[in-house]
T-cell receptor, first 114, second 109 residues
Framework: NAGVTQTPKFQVLKTGQSMTLQCAQD?????MYWYRQDPGMGLRLIYY???????DKGEVPNGYNVSRLNKREFSLRLESAAPSQTSVYFC?????????????FGEGSRLTVL | DAKTTQPNSMESNEEEPVHLPCNHS???????IHWYRQLPSQGPEYVIH???SNVNNRMASLAIAEDRKSSTLILHRATLRDAAVYYC??????????FGTGTRLLVSP
């Protein structure tokens, strides 16, 4: 099983460029999440989607937009990339967003903004 | 957001048990205690979770204090592959996981 698949795995952008990180899960999960992880730090939630058709802001949503395209796919868009957005981005999914449901994470997308 | 406190790092020898502590004094009655780990250059991986009672699975055991203000993740026999950052997280009911900085576990042969 593929689980949670993120593309691309690596990307280098120039300041001001835009790009979209793609995430897909094949576990029929309802909830999906985007996190970022800066060097030496824990993960911080950017946006999440509790169910298809809904999205909500997390801790650090500024500079990002998301789209829950369908139940399988949840994309993260940087409209005008800034060096502060250099980070590793992780997508995750869970059956539901209740307290007793585990999250499954992708392998990450490493983004560098010059 | 309810907070957790973990030591920055811990060391263990291979094949010895490891007890990773976590304090969460502001935990609410509906918060689940989750543990994840992150191996180098990988995404976090679920380890175990519980609410009130101690829990066991194939990876680890979770011991929860009676007042729920602290918990301990127990790896019964550490291996080199267990070297990772371990995150103790409170899952806030219908909401998302909020990660702290975790405990870096070093395992020596």
């Amino acid at each position: 099983n593929a689980g949670v698949t993120q593309t691309p795995k690596f990307q280098v952008l120039k300041t001001g460029q835009s790009m979209t990180l793609q995430c897909a899960q094949d576990m029929n999960h309802n909830s999906m999440y985007w996190y970022r992880q800066d060097p030496g730090m824990g993960l911080r939630l950017i946006y999440y989607s509790a169910s298809e058709g809904t999205t909500d802001k997390g801790e650090v949503p500024n500079g990002y937009n998301v789209s829950r395209l369908n139940k399988r796919e949840f994309s993260l868009r940087l409209e005008s990339a800034a060096p502060s957005q250099t980070s590793v981005y992780f997508c995750a999914s869970s059956e539901l967003s209740f307290g007793d449901r585990e999250l499954f994470f992708g392998e990450g997308s490493r983004l560098t903004v010059l | 957001d309810a907070k957790t406190t973990q030591p920055n790092s811990m060391e263990s020898n291979e094949e010895e048990p490891v007890h990773l502590p976590c304090n969460h004094s502001t935990i609410s009655g509906t918060d689940y205690i989750h543990w994840y780990r992150q191996l180098p250059s990988q995404g976090p991986e679920y380890v175990i979770h519980g609410l009130t009672s101690n829990v066991n699975n194939r990876m680890a055991s979770l011991a929860i204090a009676e007042d729920r203000k602290s918990s301990t993740l127990i790896l019964h026999r550490a291996t080199l592959r267990d070297a990772a950052v371990y995150y103790c997280i409170l899952k806030e009911g219908f909401q998302k996981l909020v990660f702290g900085t975790g405990t870096r576990l070093l395992v020596s042969p």
